[in-house]
């Protein structure tokens, strides 16, 4: 905004061309080669060796892999925690909508004019849905 005219391109060159030069010197190119070299032969050195070891072990049916799981246990049991919640939660949906269907009957024994096996069910869900809100948070975790 200061200088119209200036071009950042132009006056960057040089100073792109300074470092291409100074990161591909012959010096450094050489200098990465010789260490991949190394460790490509420190990597093929025991390569026949090992070859032959694995090969035998398939033709005497000795190779076996060993898996190892960490955690895994933590993750099982927090599945199992959310799946019995979940469970726990679909039935009391259960019984509130079982006990809104009744509600709406005019059948059976009235308790303040509603049914009371409804008035029973809405009861009865609150309840659970207390024990499961309490439960939850005693475990620290909703």
Known sequence: ???PTYDLVTEA???VKKLS???YQPKIILRDIVTVLQDLRELITPLPYELRRIVDKISRGQL???LQHKGLEKLML???RSANRLSFSLIIAAIIVGSSLIMRLEVGYKFL???LLGIMG???AGILGIWLVLAMLRSGKL
Do not use: S, T
């Open 21 to 23: 030069k100074r990161k």
């Open 78 to 80: 927090q599945v199992e």
């Open 122 to 124: 809405y009861i009865f």
């Open 64 to 66: 076996g892999f060993e």
């Open 113 to 115: 004019g509603y049914p």
């Open 1 to 3: 905004m200061l200088d």
């Open 13 to 15: 060159v040089p100073f």
